[in-house]
């Protein structure tokens, strides 16, 4: 099969909306930007053996690659619109491929996000990128540089079960109390787009928790030049994760994991009835896990009071 008639068979019939003008099949898409909106554009990467499992299902595969990206839509407080998919295939597997597209289609209607274009092509590696546009009303987009003084420090869900499900994958972990929910968290994040869009006009600064904990809320202390304390035991973690006989492994998860696509967001203590009031109604918990402070660098208090010494930093390419 070509690529033309691969895209034509896997890849035309998913739904568009009023804002496409002109989709797959042209040289480039055309869209409708919304009235009064900035565009908020974003674009992941993942790489077989480094992002999933060489064997892992093609619909699991199709289904972390947009919810990945459809998480830092949600961290800038927009709405997603457009997506486009650049996909590197080392063969033509006809049933990969409908599987993959499958899921690919089913959520992106349930989000709302329209498949515009992209690429394939043949390579070594399995490998896609996508790059999703989303757009924000004006003077209301979230930036990382928003954080102030006095801002109470927010996460959704529970924090490190990405992480967890990832050691249970690679046997680093052998086992814990239920660990399917932690191996769902891995293959299948969740993106908290509806929340994220509803917290845009309420915080000040927001990120998603793709590095791990103490990595990201670290990227908005630096850009928003102050500091953090944050308390250990206020993070949110699940039963699987408390299980785990070594606290090491189980504080590593927390605050140095990545992989839960959860939100850190800060906003001033004003907000914080409202803000627990969306989470309500948008079925997510929310929960405060510290504060932002004058002195600079994220300090991690414990239960007796003293600070803990976070040496590493988050996942990162290239070491």
Known sequence: MHEFALIQKYFTDFPGDD????GIGDDAAVMRPPKDHFL????????SGVHFPDDAPAGDIAYKA?????????????KPLWFTLALTLPEVNEAWLRSFSEVLRDLSIQKGVVLVG???TSG?????????????????QVMRSGARLGDEVFVTGNIGDGALGLALWQERIKSVVDAEPCLERFYRPVARTELGLSLGPLVSAMIDCSDGLFADLGHILERSACGAEIMLSSIPVSESLQSIASDDQSRTAMLNGGDDYELIFCAPASAKDEILSLANIHDCPVTQIGEITEASGLRVINDDGHELNVFESGYRHFG
Not at 67 to 72: I, P, R
């Open 66 to 78: 947009l919810m990945v990206n459809l998480s830092d839509i949600a961290a800038m407080g927009a």
């Open 124 to 140: 070594s590696e399995l490998a896609l990128t996508i790059t999703i546009t989303g757009a924000v009303k004006e003077g209301e």
């Open 19 to 22: 804002s496409l003008v002109e």
């Open 118 to 120: 992209g690429d394939t």
């Open 40 to 47: 908020v554009q974003s674009s992941d990467t993942l790489v």
